[in-house]
């Protein structure tokens, strides 16, 4: 399979703004974006040269291969993206924003360098992601600190955070603004959260435009290990529980792709053993809080990724601190993948039909009063449908 990069359009006519989220690819850099694709079929030829080495002792390896942890984190398909955002934002201003003085020194438009403990990325005063297009793909953005508002082109809105999960099926193609507004005035906004990209296989690329939340008194938390050990379930199945049903057209509502996605928190010396998959699937580790973790009888240290051997149960063990890490497991969709920023396709001519369709329908145009769109000072999470309906936690 071969990814290829289509050239920049000078001919398509994008605001500013929006013509800065395709080159710097939604929550993160095309270039950074880029190579993920390509590290996707890497890992994947990686995988698949494993499970049929002649090597006994290279097909019983728990860990294929390790990475440090950046802002960005490398994935294999179907997984395209992963970023982890920790952004220790001041009290408020009032608008929901930073202060005049935050903003000095920043490269506003595009603050990827953290200052101060926080970027404001693509935001003015509020930061965040004002609005952009999607296309071929899902996103799975999970907020477990502070709160993010969402708005897009088919009239949903929301804001959530505080462990809730937002899963939009881009499909055919669909605008939207992720912001971050600092709610608190009295005290520090921290942001935490995650934010994934899955793929779509082809067949599904161009369906309609989906969007969920899965509230975070609903999501399944699963405790393990006399209650040491506390795992919240994202996707997938384990033992006998069942993550909240994805939208119908993910690759992760088929049972047979393995889907699983999970957030892990061990309390020191604690013990859990994840079982091994039906099928050779791609499962990646990322330990992002703590010292020391034991993987089988291996030992990694922090800010580590991990490729792992699905076929092989991992027996993990905590160090003497809390860890904490992020699961992404799945079978690969196995078809091309070619992607620009932020539209995911499957051949060069649908990437450069995206970008024709964009330029004459701008995927439903923009319903709202700003790019940024925001939804006022009120501590309050909800979710509005395309169809008018209103959906609050409880």
Known sequence: MKVVLPPDRDDVKIPRRKLGFILFSGLGFLSMAALAVVKIFQNKTETKDLTKADSVESIKATILSSFNLGFQWPTQEPFLF????????????????VTAQMKTGRDMGSDFQEKDGFR?????????????????????????????????????????GEGDVQWMTAGSGVQHSEMFP???????????????????????KMVKPHFTMFWNEKI????????????????????????LAPPPDS??????????????????????????SNEVVHRTLYFFEGD?????????????????????????????????????????????????GPF????????????????????????????????????????????GKIEKPV
């Open 82 to 97: 992963c970023v982890h955002h920790l952004d220790h934002y001041p009290a408020g201003n009032g608008e929901l924003g």
């Open 120 to 160: 404001l990325y693509h935001g003015d005063d509020i930061p965040g992601f004002p609005v952009h297009p999607h296309r071929g793909f899902e996103t799975i953005t999970i907020v477990r600190k502070g709160y993010a508002d969402h708005a897009d082109s088919m009239g949903a809105a929301g804001r959530y």
């Open 182 to 204: 600092l709610l608190k005035t009295d005290e520090p906004n921290t942001l935490e959260l995650f934010q994934i990209w899955i793929n779509l296989p082809k067949k599904s």
């Open 220 to 243: 399944p938390k699963i405790s393990l290990d006399e209650n040491r050990v506390q795992l919240t379930l994202i996707a997938g199945q384990l033992q006998d529980v069942k993550a």
């Open 251 to 276: 690759w992760a509502a088929r049972p047979e792709s393995e889907t699983f996605i999970a957030l892990v928190t061990m309390q020191s010396g604690s013990t859990w053993e994840l079982p091994a």
């Open 292 to 340: 020391q973790l034991k993987i089988n009888d291996k030992t990694v240290g922090k800010s580590t990724g991990l490729n792992l051997n699905s076929k092989s149960p991992l027996k993990i063990t905590s160090s003497d601190n809390q860890t904490q890490f992020l699961i992404l497991q799945s079978k690969p969709i196995g078809e091309p993948v070619v992607q620009h």
């Open 344 to 387: 995911v396709m499957t051949t060069q001519s649908e990437i450069m039909q995206t970008f024709q369709d964009y330029r004459a329908t701008q995927f439903g145009g923009w319903p709202w009063k700003r790019d940024d769109m925001i939804h006022g000072k009120k501590i309050e999470r909800f979710a509005k449908y395309p169809d």
